[in-house]
C-alpha cells in the first residue's frame, strides 16, 4: 500500500499496472509490520505515516504481509521472512528500472520486520540506503550467522533501537552492551530512567611488534581533562594481535568525552597460571565513531577550501605548531613535485595565519619548495621533461640564451608574467643550466605579488561574516592593497622588457605554455 502526500489518508495498492502517486525520484520508506498472533493490523500505521510526511515529502509503502504473520505457532511466521524479502526485491527491481536509487531506499522493520529489511538488503549486497530496526526479533535470530539476520552489513546505514528490555534495568544493559561491544549503535530506553542510556563507540586501531599473536583482553580507560574516567573491556574472543598488522576493535564507553586528555590501556591473557605476555605497541589510534574525524585531502575548489579553513582553525586553537608543521609539509609537497593548486594554499595560509604570517610563509615555501622541485628534476627528471616538451623547451632555450646577460631580470619576468607556467619553470630550468642561486631568489621576489594577492584573500573571506563586514574600512583598506599591488607585475614588465630583455612583440603577447599561474 502506497502513501503519498498527495494520498495521504488514502492508501494506493500498488501493482503490476502501474502507480498513480509514485514518484521514483523521491526518497522510498517501506515499513514492515512484524509477527501478528491475533491476525489484527497494526494500530499505529497510520499515525506513523502522517509523522514520516509531515517531515518530508517522499513515498511510503506498507508492507502487508499480515497473512504470513498470523500464526500462533512463531516458527512457520519466521519461516515467511526471506518470502516476504523475495517479493519485495521484485517490487525494488521495479522501481530500480524507472530510474529510483538504490541510496534512496529506507526501510523501517518491526520485530520479524527487522530480518526482513536485512535479508532484502542482503539480495542487493548492503547497498540500500538505510535499514532501521524496531525492537528485532530475537527468538530463532539470536546465535545465527549474519545472512540469517539483520547485520549492520545489510545496508550502508543500519540502527537499532531497542525499546523492550524485557524486565531488566538499564544498568544490567549497560554491562552487557559494553562487555560485547555490538558493532552497531543502540539505545535502550527504561522506564526507571530519566534519561536514555547511549553507548558512545570508538575504533581502537593497534599495531604490535611481537614475533608471537598475542590474543588477550584490552581494557581501555580515557580520561579527560577535569578527571573524569571511562573504561572499556574487549575480551578474548575479538582481540587478536599479529606483528606489524592493524587489529581494529570496537569498543563502546558509557560516556563521551570532548578533549580526552590520557588514554591508558591494560592487556591481559585471562590465564590464571600460564605464562604472562607483554604486548608491545607501535602504534595505537582511538578514532570516535560519535565524532567521526574530518578526513583531510588538498581542497580543489572554494567550498573544500572553506570547510578545509574552519576545521584547521578550530584545531590551531591547541595545536598551533601541529598546524603548522603540516601545512609546511603539504606545501612543501606540493612544490616539490610541480603538483598545480598552490593558490588554494597561499588563500588557506592567509586565513589560518593572518595576511603578513601567511605572506612570509608562503613566500619562504614556495622558494625552498621550488628549488626543491629543481633538484628534483636536475637529478632525475632531465629526460623526461625533454622527452615530453622538446619544442617548448627548445623555446625557453633560446629565450634564456638571448637573455644570459639580464638572466635574474628575465627570470623576475617569466615570474611576474606568467608566460611559462611557474611549475614547467622549475622542471625546465636545470635542462637551461640556470644557477640555483639565481633561481631561489627569482622566485621569492618575483612571486611575491601573487602571493600577496592569494593571502590577502585568504584574510579578507576568513574574517568576513556578514553583508555589512564586507564594506567595513579595513576590508576596503585591503582590497584597495590587492588592487595595487595588482598593478606591480605589469609597471615591471614595462619597465624592464624593453630595456633589459630581448623580447620581440610575438614573444610578449603569446605565452610559451597555455595554463594558469601555478607554482
Not at 587478536?240 to 558509557?254: H, I, K, P
Not at 620581440?504 to 605554455?513: A, G, P
Request: overall charge neutral.
Amino acid at each position: 500500500m502506497l502513501y503519498t502526500r498527495q494520498n495521504q489518508n488514502c492508501a494506493e495498492t500498488l501493482s503490476s499496472a502501474g502507480s498513480r502517486y509514485l514518484n521514483v525520484t523521491k526518497k522510498t520508506t517501506l515499513i514492515v509490520h512484524g509477527y501478528r498472533p491475533t491476525g489484527s493490523p497494526p494500530i499505529w500505521i497510520q499515525q506513523a505515516v502522517h509523522l514520516l510526511l509531515s517531515v518530508e515529502d517522499m513515498n511510503i509503502i506498507i508492507v502487508d504481509w499480515n497473512r504470513g504473520a498470523t500464526t500462533l505457532l512463531y516458527h512457520r511466521a519466521s519461516s515467511n521472512t526471506k518470502k516476504v524479502a523475495e517479493f519485495l526485491k521484485t517490487l525494488i527491481d521495479q522501481m530500480l528500472a524507472d530510474g529510483a536509487s538504490l541510496d534512496s531506499v529506507y526501510m523501517i522493520g518491526i520485530s520479524l520486520g527487522a530480518h526482513i529489511s536485512g535479508f532484502v538488503g542482503q539480495l542487493y549486497n548492503g547497498k540500500l540506503g538505510r535499514i532501521t530496526g524496531l525492537d528485532p526479533a530475537g527468538p530463532l535470530f539470536n546465535g545465527k550467522p549474519p545472512e540469517e539476520r539483520l547485520d549492520p552489513t545489510d545496508a550502508q546505514f543500519v540502527d537499532v533501537i531497542h525499546s523492550d528490555i524485557d524486565g531488566y534495568y538499564a544498568d544490567k544493559w549497560k554491562s552487557y552492551l559494553i562487555l560485547k561491544n555490538p558493532p552497531v549503535t543502540k539505545v535502550f530506553f527504561d522506564t526507571s530512567d530519566e534519561e536514555p542510556f547511549c553507548l558512545h563507540h570508538y575504533l581502537v586501531d593497534i599495531i604490535i611488534w611481537n614475533k608471537t599473536v598475542r590474543r588477550g583482553s584490552l581494557t581501555i580507560k580515557l580520561t579527560d581533562q577535569a578527571g573524569n574516567t571511562a573504561e572499556s573491556t574487549i575480551n578474548h574472543e575479538v582481540a587478536t594481535f599479529q606483528q606489524y598488522n592493524q587489529t581494529s576493535v570496537l569498543a563502546g564507553f558509557d560516556q563521551d568525552f570532548e578533549k580526552i586528555a590520557r588514554i591508558s590501556l591494560a592487556f591481559s591473557t585471562g590465564s590464571v597460571i600460564g605464562p604472562k605476555h607483554k604486548l608491545r605497541i607501535l602504534q595505537m589510534r582511538l578514532r570516535s565513531i560519535t565524532n567521526p574525524e574530518r578526513s583531510l585531502k588538498f581542497p580543489s575548489d572554494l567550498e573544500e577550501l572553506r570547510e578545509l579553513a574552519e576545521f584547521l582553525q578550530y584545531y590551531k586553537q591547541e595545536h598551533q605548531s601541529y598546524v603548522l608543521l603540516l601545512f609546511c609539509a603539504a606545501y612543501l609537497y606540493k612544490q616539490s613535485f610541480a603538483i598545480p593548486g598552490s593558490s588554494f594554499l597561499n588563500i588557506l595560509a592567509g586565513a589560518l595565519f593572518g595576511p603578513w604570517m601567511g605572506l612570509l610563509l608562503c613566500s619562504a615555501l614556495t622558494s625552498v619548495g621550488a628549488t626543491c622541485c629543481y633538484l628534483l628534476s636536475g637529478a632525475f627528471g632531465k629526460q623526461f621533461v625533454v622527452y615530453w616538451f622538446p619544442d617548448k623547451v627548445a623555446m625557453l632555450q633560446r629565450k634564456v640564451e638571448e637573455n644570459r646577460s639580464c638572466l635574474f631580470f628575465f627570470l623576475l619576468f617569466l615570474r611576474l608574467f606568467p608566460m611559462t607556467p611557474n611549475w614547467f619553470l622549475n622542471l625546465a630550468s636545470p635542462i637551461l643550466n640556470i644557477p640555483v642561486s639565481q633561481f631561489f631568489f627569482s622566485v621569492l621576489i618575483g612571486l611575491i605579488p601573487y602571493n600577496f594577492i592569494c593571502v590577502q584573500t585568504g584574510a579578507i573571506l576568513s574574517q568576513i561574516t556578514s553583508l555589512d563586514a564586507i564594506f567595513s574600512w579595513g576590508t576596503l583598506f585591503k582590497l584597495l592593497a590587492i588592487a595595487m599591488v595588482a598593478l606591480i607585475p605589469g609597471t615591471l614588465i614595462k619597465k624592464f622588457s624593453w630595456t633589459h630583455l630581448k623580447l620581440d612583440e610575438k614573444d610578449q603577447s603569446v605565452s610559451l605554455l597555455n595554463g594558469r599561474k601555478s607554482s
